[in-house]
């Protein structure tokens, strides 16, 4: 498997254009997390899917942000419009539910998209 | 309050020297503990994962949960240059696939 697709890899944009991030998660995997990571607060969640329905969002940090799941394969994140505040590296994982004694699953990071908002 | 504080370092040690990586929380609800490793420009990659308290070795690598003082460790014996990296550690509560991530303590193996 190729695992967690992410394009692009790295996005310059100006204040207040919209900006589209996209992941495709690994195969099977039931569960899509988006994540934010800079050097001050490290990585946040943001959003995470399961079977594509959107199950906790609270970690979206405005309206600006919003999130997709059309089907099973693909993901978009949303920024708009985006303000030099959202730069920051963005990484989707998924995973898949392990219901064995004593396990748990693991993510599975893609390579990130490093947005720059000038 | 962060649900979980990790010190972020830098930290930097000589090859072939043990290093102890650590990470405290605050919710009792926690019952997977796990640590990532981050290599620069790359996304994190599950190291090792404990369930509840208890020691866990794999290699040269072992991880340490201590509940009652919410306290979790992170132990690389004969590091190497090939282990500078930033390790985050990681938490999540029963049935719940959320985690909750430290900041990661970014680590310099010097050969």
């Known amino acids: 498997d190729a695992g967690v697709i992410q394009s692009p890899r790295h996005e310059v944009t100006e204040m207040g254009q919209e900006v589209t991030l996209r992941c495709k998660p690994i195969?099977?995997?039931?569960?899509l997390f988006w994540y934010r990571q800079t050097m001050m607060r490290g990585l946040e969640l943001l959003i995470y899917f399961n079977n594509n329905v959107p199950i906790d969002d609270s970690g979206m940090p405005e309206d600006r942000f919003s999130a997709k799941m059309p089907n099973a394969s693909f993901s978009t994140l949303k920024i708009q419009p985006s303000e030099p505040r959202d730069s920051a590296v963005y990484f989707c994982?998924?995973?898949?539910?392990?219901?064995?004694?004593?396990?748990?699953?693991?993510?599975?990071f893609g390579p990130g998209t490093r947005l720059t908002v000038l | 309050q962060k649900e979980v504080e990790q010190d972020p370092g830098p930290l930097s040690v000589p090859e072939g020297a043990i290093v102890s990586l650590n990470c405290t929380y605050s919710?009792?609800?926690?019952?997977?503990f796990m640590w990532y490793r981050q290599y620069s420009r790359k996304g994190p990659e599950l190291l090792m994962y404990t369930y509840s308290s208890g020691n866990k070795e794999d290699g040269r690598f072992t991880a340490q949960v201590d509940k009652s003082s919410k306290y979790i460790s992170l132990f690389i014996r004969d590091s190497q240059p090939s282990d500078s990296a930033t390790y985050l550690c990681?938490?999540?509560?029963?049935?719940?696939?959320?985690?909750?991530f430290g900041t990661g303590t970014r680590l310099t193996i010097i050969p």
């Open positions: 919710n009792s609800a926690f019952q997977y």
């Open positions: 990681a938490m999540s509560g029963d049935g719940n696939e959320k985690l909750t």
């Open positions: 195969s099977g995997h039931d569960y």
């Open positions: 994982a998924s995973s898949i539910t392990v219901v064995l004694a004593g396990g748990t699953d693991t993510q599975y």
